[in-house]
């Protein structure tokens, strides 16, 4: 079976695109429950006050309750450890994130990527839609949330090492970390769009403040079944037209300026687990994401309500302040994989920026930039380098286990930071910023032996660290 596509720049121009799409609808669908949470739990007073105030120059007391009871805090998150019961809702998704995202590159290696994805995206729309249909149906109760954050939180995780494995084959390590760095920016676009979105409808309705990332998802879904190109195919060019002699002596007609895909005939085998983690610098780079992700995610997860509280803002406003950070985050990605391409350094470079990063955790725009600079730099063109190192011989089928191990790893501080942020803020928001300060000098630590090589190392090459 073969197929003729029209050329290698019009497959490598749509598989960037679609692929940036397919993972900004991802974290999309994943913003609005940061935003809706000051809506979850409100300031009940000021909403009495008001309410009262209404009543008494209306002479309508019956219409005061019903009121207050509409516009104040979403049971079961009316109470006063209601900071803890959101901190739950973000362990839960961020927790089954984790633990499914090192099962998922080593399932993603063994199915088709195109079908593996669909089938995400398809049920990752549907559990984001339940959780809005929430305030639809008037559901109060925190074992369906807790639920549905689980089973989103597993789904979502086929979406990370089937995109990066398929951008990862189709580029090459050149100019990888600058193409990444663009790439990547789908992360923050994504959060950008989905705080825009969810702050439209959170104030009014806010159950479609997930129902609409949940649908775009979907629809994402369908888009993905229908275009994407996967690599697991020998590409087989000629400038000219004429004949190309597969490795089964027969002959393939090509037109002028077009490839033909051919069916591999011996696919490689797929790397274990532990074979994975005896690349050189997959375990420092996972464990540096780790604590880089923990900073990163309780930013994207807490900054929304923290604004709210700190600067007295209605939920529609502190969303779109909270877009300052992932603004920076585009410009900080694309900034690392700039750099690391230009010095052949990648871990200088993450070390670099995070040093910077620790000073400025409370300056949105520049900590941003300079936090998600490591964190996207790490899970793309260091991921796509470690994935196709040079001891696995060729085997491009061990990318999206060494791409689930790192984000695997780093997940786990996902999920640890929010649920962190949630505990630590009874205290005062203070202990929350020391906090992230920590995890920023330990994710700094961890990288120290591999600097030290590449600082030692003669041929300053994109992927020094990891040979």
């Not at 913003?31 to 809706?36: F, G």
């Not at 063109?381 to 994935?387: E, I, K, R, T």
Request: some cysteine; overall charge positive.
């Amino acid at each position: 079976l073969c197929c003729v596509i029209p050329s290698v720049r019009l497959v490598l121009t749509l598989t960037f695109a679609l692929t940036f799409l397919l993972y900004t609808s991802f974290h999309l669908s994943r913003k609005p429950i940061s935003i809706v949470k000051s809506e979850l739990h409100k300031n009940c007073s000021s909403v009495s006050e008001l309410a009262t105030a209404a009543a008494s120059s209306s002479q309508q007391p019956s219409r005061v309750s019903l009121h207050t009871d509409m516009d104040c805090s979403w049971k079961p998150f009316d109470k006063s450890n209601y900071k803890q019961l959101l901190g739950a809702m973000d362990y839960s998704f961020l927790c089954a994130y984790a633990v499914g995202m090192y099962l998922s590159g080593i399932i993603g290696e063994r199915l088709p990527i195109r079908l593996y994805l669909t089938v995400g995206m398809l049920t990752s729309g549907l559990f984001t839609c339940l959780f809005g249909l929430g305030y639809i149906y008037n559901i109060h109760s925190l074992g369906f949330y807790i639920f549905v954050q689980v089973a989103n939180g597993l789904v979502q995780t086929t979406g990370w090492p089937s995109v990066v494995t398929c951008i990862g084959n189709w580029f090459g390590k050149g100019r990888r970390g600058l193409i990444m760095g663009l790439w990547n920016s789908h992360t923050s676009v994504g959060n950008i769009l989905g705080s825009l979105i969810a702050g439209y409808w959170v104030s009014s309705n806010w159950g479609l403040s997930f129902i609409v990332p949940g649908l775009i998802i979907a629809v994402m879904g369908v888009v993905c079944f229908l275009f994407l190109i996967e690599r697991e195919y020998s590409l087989l060019m000629t400038e000219g037209g004429g004949r190309v002699r597969g490795k089964d002596n027969g002959t393939v007609c090509v037109p002028v300026q077009q490839v033909v895909v051919v069916k591999s005939e011996s696919e490689p085998s797929a790397i274990s687990f532990m074979g994975a983690l005896r690349i050189p610098g997959v375990i420092e780079f996972s464990l540096c994401l780790l604590f880089a992700k923990l900073v990163s995610y309780t930013f994207l997860f807490w900054l929304p309500l923290y604004i709210t509280k700190a600067a007295h803002l209605d939920a529609k406003k502190a969303g779109d302040l909270s877009t300052l950070f992932d603004v920076g985050g585009i410009v900080g990605g694309i900034l690392a994989g700039v750099i690391s391409d230009k010095l052949g350094k990648r871990a200088t470079t993450c070390a670099v920026m995070l040093l910077l990063a620790a000073p400025t955790v409370s300056m949105l725009l520049v900590c941003g930039g300079l936090v998600n600079g490591p964190y996207a730099l790490i899970t793309t063109a260091v991921s796509a380098d470690l994935g196709t190192h040079k001891s696995l011989k060729g085997n491009a089928r061990a990318l999206s286990t060494v791409t689930a191990i790192i984000d695997g790893t780093g997940s786990v501080g996902a999920a640890v930071g929010p649920l962190l942020a949630g505990l630590l803020s009874a205290g005062g928001w203070d202990q929350v910023f020391y906090m992230l300060m920590t995890a920023d000098f330990l994710a700094l630590l961890l990288l120290l032996r591999l600097v030290t090589k590449e600082l030692t190392s003669r041929k300053p090459r994109p992927i020094s660290t990891v040979e």
